[in-house]
Nanobody, 130 residues
Framework: EVQLQASGGGLVEPGGSLRLVCTASGITFDDYAIGWFRQAPGKGRDQVAWVSSTDGSTWYAESVEGRSAISIDRRKYTVYLQISSMKPEDAAVYSC???????????????????????WGEGTLVTVSS
């Protein structure tokens, strides 16, 4: 069974940076995509970034584009999300999700949103405050 473990959340000052880590286990296939999502209190789950294991292609939400970087270590089945210049509106519970057996365009997954995720990891809380 595929399982995901998200970590790296915590308290960050405005303007600071954060690195989130998503580690997958139980993967027995070569092609998959992992995405980071976030949900602020009282709001829906929003996509933040995606990365493909097939070719390392990436996608970012407009809200974090230019100040974030998602990367994958295929040997460790681990995805990293670095967000810089943190803003109060970045505060949320961050979760990672995986689309299994997938080697297509990330834009397809983006169009599906959370509905396209096969497995979810537990969330990690990010608080932005001075």
């Amino acid at each position: 069974e595929v399982q995901l473990q998200a970590s790296g959340g915590g308290l960050v000052e405005p303007g600071g940076s954060l690195r989130l880590v998503c580690t997958a286990s139980g993967i027995t296939f070569d092609d998959y995509a992992i995405g980071w999502f976030r949900q602020a209190p009282g709001k829906g789950r929003d996509q933040v970034a995606w990365v493909s294991s097939t070719d390392g292609s990436t996608w970012y939400a407009e809200s974090v584009e230019g100040r974030s970087a998602i990367s994958i270590d295929r040997r460790k089945y681990t995805v990293y999300l670095q967000i810089s210049s943190m803003k109060p509106e970045d505060a949320a519970v961050y979760s990672c999700g995986i689309e299994t057996f997938y080697n297509g365009p990330l834009q397809v997954l983006v169009s599906l949103g959370p509905e396209g995720v096969d497995y979810w990891g537990e969330g990690t809380l990010v608080t932005v405050s001075s």
